[in-house]
């Protein structure tokens, strides 16, 4: 059973922006803390941001002032807009989910790719 699916990754040129999203199912009754993680080539897999049910926000040091999570509660989505994106931003980004402020829940990711 699929509980969480990404969407909106691509192919981008440096500068440009995407914005990503991540359904959460419906099998999951009650989720906290969703976010988004990411895995370039080579490295490991890093925070990119999170967000709670309250709306509280933490970024990753790196897309910290490029990157905005957001989220709709009712809908259990969670969306990650790009900006700025730069060649070190690409990365399979892998949408997380969890009860508390554990990720107990994963996607399968989508593939971002900065390029020019």
């Known amino acids: 059973q699929v509980l969480l699916v990404e969407s909106g990754g691509g192919l981008v040129q440096p500068g440009g922006s995407l914005r990503l999203s991540c359904a959460a199912s419906?099998?999951?009754?009650?989720?906290?803390?969703m976010g988004w993680y990411r895995q370039g080539p080579g490295k490991e897999r890093e925070l990119v941001a999170t967000?709670?049910?309250?709306?509280?926000?933490n970024y990753g040091d790196s897309v910290k002032g490029r990157f905005t999570i957001s989220r709709d509660n009712a809908q259990n989505t969670a969306y990650l807009q790009m900006n700025s994106l730069k060649p070190e931003d690409t990365a399979v980004y892998y949408c997380?989910?969890?009860?508390?402020?554990?990720?107990?829940?994963w996607g399968k990711g989508t593939l971002v790719t900065v390029s020019s």
């Open positions: 967000i709670t049910s309250g709306g509280d926000t």
């Open positions: 419906r099998t999951i009754f009650r989720i906290n803390i």
């Open positions: 997380s989910a969890g009860p508390g402020r554990t990720m107990a829940y």
